[in-house]
């Protein structure tokens, strides 16, 4: 069993920035996805970032050039810097891992004012 810890979440102005922290507790094996999704109110959870093991990152286009994911994998731990926020970044922000089964953390808010 995997369980998923998020922190670093909180209220910013309009382009500054944040870093999420994802620590994960218990034993990932294997190949394994780790990422970042967002749910803003009234919306659809959607894909924010992710990162394999080897370190292949993916990202949603509305973040590319202004977020970057990384991980330790040491410390099973992933994080998402968060540069340039908007507005429309405002959401509730989910750690993701995914191995042979698909784990979810609990999530922290990211408010970003106009």
């Known amino acids: 069993q995997v369980q998923l810890e998020e922190s670093g979440g909180g209220l910013v102005q309009a382009g500054g920035s944040l870093r999420l922290s994802c620590a994960a507790s218990g034993t990932i094996y294997g190949f394994n996805i780790m990422g970042w999704y967002r749910q803003a109110p009234g919306k659809q959870r959607e894909l924010v970032a992710t990162?394999?093991?080897?370190?292949?990152?993916n990202y949603a286009d509305s973040v590319k050039g202004r977020f970057t994911i990384s991980r330790d994998n040491a410390k099973k731990t992933v994080y998402l810097q968060m540069n340039s926020l908007k507005p429309e970044d405002t959401a509730v922000y989910y750690c993701?891992?995914?191995?042979?089964?698909?784990?979810w953390g609990q999530g922290t808010q990211v408010t970003v004012s106009s």
């Open positions: 993701h891992v995914r191995t042979t089964y698909a784990y």
């Open positions: 990162i394999t093991n080897s370190a292949t990152t």
